[in-house]
């Protein structure tokens, strides 16, 4: 566990676990992913169900806390980490002879899972390099348990005496829902909230929502919450600090997306756009954005793709020749990869890693005699890179980049 993914004790993304009791009957589990548990006289709801090897440990803990049947899983979305321990809450249920938990969920989480099913191999090979998951270990969940109701904007459900409003909102994903207790002043907000620049703009991921995102957190603020259980990450307390940090995130995510949309009515395009955003030091140095998984460059990358198709404003990439004939070309040109390879290495003696990223990228296309050397090359930078990346995603991206070029140098 790298220091840069942790904030003070509580780490984010590691095997660190903890039960805290927030407010009566309120109670949420932190792990890799946080799992709210909800008790009333009545029974249980649970708040996000995990990643399927967190099941068991779930059912362990909620068992600890109480022998009450668990009425409703509710899932904040429909991501891997969110709503995949159900199966071993369903087995939990018929063992002691409990009713079946009803599945509660947004109505796009069934088009979501469709589209798991239907792209598993590719799912698993992305989060496999998003989280540098070991080729051992199942990148990608299998079993899905559909949702039984449906959420369509909002819902309530009564657990016994405790109100549990629903509400919708589009952010990290299109089917996302966020929990009001009002009785607890709890919100359990699940990826709304997760400790770091928010998640948009994923590099392998389908599209996120970026000004949806800001509204739904000043919505969230507007109720004043006392609590507030994020799905990753430790909870929030005391509702000064809990609109002040929403609010904060609202207002950097509005920044960035008024400066995509001034950009582009002044006729920029996506690289001039990603080269001149500003990220403002309020931001930077606030502990509610820090880029250790989410990173403002990715949110703009979001915005672009919000606002624009994939056009970068050069026509000679509308239908652009292949990289390798470019590359070689461009070789032939300057009479040999050596030049090449030797000016790499001098730019990365230089620190200047990034530009010798570049020029390595062109004898790597090219496939020419010296490919073996340059990937060494690449992959020795792409480590070197990792070590100093502060956001998980791009460091694990950097990562697997190097561990494929090295098994293909091994060839
Ligand atoms: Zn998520």
Request: hydrophobic share 40%; proline share 7%; charged share 25%.
């Amino acid at each position: 566990m790298s220091e840069n993914t942790s904030l003070g004790s509580r780490p984010l993304f590691s095997g660190y676990e903890e039960m805290h009791h927030l407010a009566d009957g309120v109670h949420m589990l932190q792990m890799w992913v946080n799992v709210c548990i909800i008790e009333s006289r009545e029974g249980v709801a649970i708040f996000d169900a995990g990643l399927p090897f967190l099941g068991p440990r779930i059912v362990e803990e909620l068992r600890s806390l109480t022998d009450k049947p668990v009425l409703y899983v509710i899932y904040g979305h429909g991501h891997a980490d969110h709503a995949f321990g159900t199966p071993f809450i369903l087995q939990d249920a018929e063992k002691r002879g409990h009713p079946r938990p009803s599945i509660v969920a947004h109505k796009a989480v069934p088009r979501r899972f469709d589209r798991y099913r239907r792209t598993l191999p590719y799912q698993e090979r992305i989060n496999r390099a998003q989280f540098q998951i070991p080729e051992n270990v199942p990148a990608f969940p299998w079993e899905y348990v559909y949702p039984d109701e449906i959420v369509q904007e909002e819902s309530t459900i009564k657990l016994g005496d405790v109100t549990l409003e629903l509400r919708h909102a589009r952010g990290e994903t299109d089917d996302h829902l966020w929990l009001w207790i009002p009785e607890r002043r709890t919100a359990c907000v699940s990826d709304f909230w997760i400790w770091s620049c928010p998640n948009l703009g994923n590099p392998f991921k389908v599209q996120r929502y970026t000004l949806e995102w800001a509204e739904a957190l000043e919505e969230i603020a507007g109720h004043a919450p006392e609590v507030m259980l994020p799905g990753h990450g430790s909870p929030l307390v005391g509702s000064g600090k809990i609109t002040e940090a929403c609010l904060t995130v609202s207002r950097a995510l509005r920044c960035l997306d008024q400066q995509v949309v001034n950009m582009l009515n002044e006729g920029k395009w996506p690289e001039e756009i990603l080269r001149s955003f500003r990220w403002p030091e309020e931001f930077s140095s606030s502990p509610y954005l820090a880029p250790i998984y989410g990173h403002p460059y990715f949110v703009v990358q979001a915005l672009l793709r919000e606002y624009h198709g994939w056009y970068d404003g050069n026509p000679s990439h509308l239908f652009p020749s292949p990289e390798a004939e470019v590359a070689r070309e461009i070789l032939a040109l300057v009479e040999g990869e050596e030049r090449v390879l030797e000016r790499s290495r001098i730019l990365a003696g230089e620190g200047r890693l990034q530009l010798a990223l570049h020029l390595l990228d062109l004898i790597l296309a090219a496939g020419s005699r010296r490919r073996n050397e340059a990937g060494e090359l690449k992959a020795e930078i792409l480590e070197n890179m990792a070590e100093k990346e502060p956001s998980l995603i791009a460091r694990n991206i950097l990562l697997f980049g190097a561990r494929e070029l090295r098994r293909e140098v091994e060839v």
